[in-house]
């Protein structure tokens, strides 16, 4: 079974700031990686899917990035409104990452 | 545009079943080109996919799940509906429905979610 990790576990950072979290696979999963963002109280929302497509609506500032078992969504300069968990998820058994939350420093 | 709501009771007893519908509203689940999921996460926790459904009747479920769930549609009504037996409080979390396009993922439409407590 394909297991997703990701690191690190919270970041803290400021607004205005750079976010990279990484989301890692025990093995390749080609490109077939999801990012979602989930707020306290809320659904997750698609950010990214295919490794590095915005979803519709997703600003610029999100972009992903890699394929086989190593990917990175950044977050170029962190609003107030991206704080939040951040999860990936892989296509061939739909399994999701334990999560990044992004808080504020 | 296309959303989902989920409905159904909010506190279930153990051993017994957890029964919830998703209700889809701006488009026809029976027009074909999605797969209609059920998603939950236990409280604190990650996400865990539970299974989804064609407006075929296909299915596919989590294989940790499969002996005690099932996925029905009704496309006169638009909606699909979770059935989980045998409930213990491991089965408390908030359900969620979405949308996908390839029965695995990106999940591009999700429902607000219903918690759903397991206790007597």
């Known amino acids: 079974e394909i297991v997703l990790t990701q690191s690190p576990a919270t970041l803290s950072l400021s607004p205005g700031e750079r976010a990279t979290l990484s989301c890692r696979a025990s093995?390749?999963?080609?490109?077939?990686l999801a990012w979602y963002q989930q707020k306290p109280g809320q659904a997750p929302r698609l950010l990214i899917y295919?490794?590095?497509n915005r979803a519709t609506g997703i600003p610029a500032r999100f972009s992903g990035s890699g394929s086989g078992t190593d990917f990175t969504l950044t977050i170029s300069s962190l609003e107030p409104e991206d704080f939040a968990v951040y999860y990936c998820?892989?296509?061939?058994?739909?399994?999701f990452g334990p999560g990044t939350k992004v808080d504020i420093k | 545009q296309v959303q989902l709501q989920e409905s159904g009771p909010g506190l279930v007893k153990p051993s017994q079943t957890l029964s919830l519908t998703c209700t889809v509203s701006g488009g026809s689940i029976s027009s074909g080109g999605y797969y209609w999921n059920w998603i939950r996460q236990h409280p604190g926790k990650g996400l865990e996919w539970i299974g989804y459904i064609y407006y075929t009747g296909n299915t596919d479920y989590n294989p940790s799940l499969k002996s005690r769930v099932s996925i029905s549609v009704d496309t006169s009504k638009n909606q699909f509906s979770l059935n989980l037996i045998s409930v213990t409080a491991a089965d408390a979390a908030v359900y969620f429905c979405?949308?996908?396009?390839?029965?695995?993922?990106?999940?591009?439409?999700w429902g607000q979610g219903t918690k759903v407590t397991v206790s007597s």
């Open positions: 093995q390749s999963i080609s490109n077939y």
């Open positions: 295919d490794a590095s």
């Open positions: 998820q892989q296509r061939s058994n739909r399994l």
């Open positions: 979405a949308r996908d396009v390839w029965g695995s993922y990106p999940f591009e439409i």
